[in-house]
Nanobody, 129 residues
Framework: QVQLVESGGGLVQAGGSLRLSCAASGRTFNSYAMGWFRQAPGKEREFVAAINWNTGSTNYADSVEGRFTISRDNAKNTVYLQMNSLKPEDTAVYYC??????????????????????WGQGTQVTVSS
């Protein structure tokens, strides 16, 4: 059974940093994309970043490009999201997700949440102004 467990959320002041972790288990992820999505109160869930577990190729939302970095540690089966220069608008529940790679997404992992089959329970990130 696939499990994705997020950790590392919390309260931080604007301009600060947090690192989220997603521990993955239950299958091999060599042909999977690992993604981070977020959902603020009253808003739809939105794409943040994704990484090809095999090749390490990445994809970022425009709103976080240059501030957030997604990475993975294959030995630990863990994906990370380093978040720097945080803004109040980054406040949301952050979710880790996994979905199979196909076609062009091998080069650029998908930003479409419908392409992700497995989801974690989420971790709250709150950025104060």
């Amino acid at each position: 059974q696939v499990q994705l467990v997020e950790s590392g959320g919390g309260l931080v002041q604007a301009g600060g940093s947090l690192r989220l972790s997603c521990a993955a288990s239950g299958r091999t992820f060599n042909s999977y994309a690992m993604g981070w999505f977020r959902q603020a109160p009253g808003k739809e869930r939105e794409f943040v970043a994704a990484i090809n577990w095999n090749t390490g190729s990445t994809n970022y939302a425009d709103s976080v490009e240059g501030r957030f970095t997604i990475s993975r540690d294959n030995a630990k089966n863990t994906v990370y999201l380093q978040m720097n220069s945080l803004k109040p608008e980054d406040t949301a529940v952050y979710y880790c997700a996994a979905g199979p790679l196909y076609g062009s997404t091998w080069r650029r992992p998908s930003l479409d949440l419908r392409r992700y089959d497995y989801w974690g329970q989420g971790t709250q990130v709150t950025v104060s102004s």
